[in-house]
Nanobody, 115 residues
């Protein structure tokens, strides 16, 4: 059973930083595509960053230059370093792991950026 657990969200002032973590279990973490998504009420979940095995991460235009995604295969953990946060980054952040046609999501972690 694949399980993903996000952590690291919270309240931060605009311009501040947070680092989100996504701890995975039950899968061959090192070879599966991973993604960070975010969602605000009333809107669709949107892709923030993703990484494929052996490739560099790619980012949504809205976060390029501010967010950095990384994975530590030895710890089965993915990270999202978020710098220069803006109120528009306020959302619930989710990580997703893909196994073939199946997708697994964590429970999400709330990020709130105050102006």
């Amino acid at each position: 059973q694949v399980q993903l657990v996000e952590s690291g969200g919270g309240l931060v002032q605009a311009g501040g930083s947070l680092r989100l973590s996504c701890a995975a279990s039950g899968s061959i973490f090192s070879i599966n595509p991973l993604g960070w998504y975010r969602q605000v009420p009333g809107k669709q979940r949107e892709l923030v960053a993703r990484i494929f095995s052996g490739s560099s991460p790619t980012y949504a235009d809205s976060v390029k230059g501010r967010f950095t995604m990384a994975r530590d295969n030895a710890k089965n953990t993915a990270y999202l370093q978020m710098n220069s946060l803006k109120p528009g980054d306020t959302a619930v952040y989710y990580c997703k792991e893909s196994l073939g046609s199946r997708m697994y999501w964590g429970q999400g972690t709330q990020v709130t950026v105050a102006s």
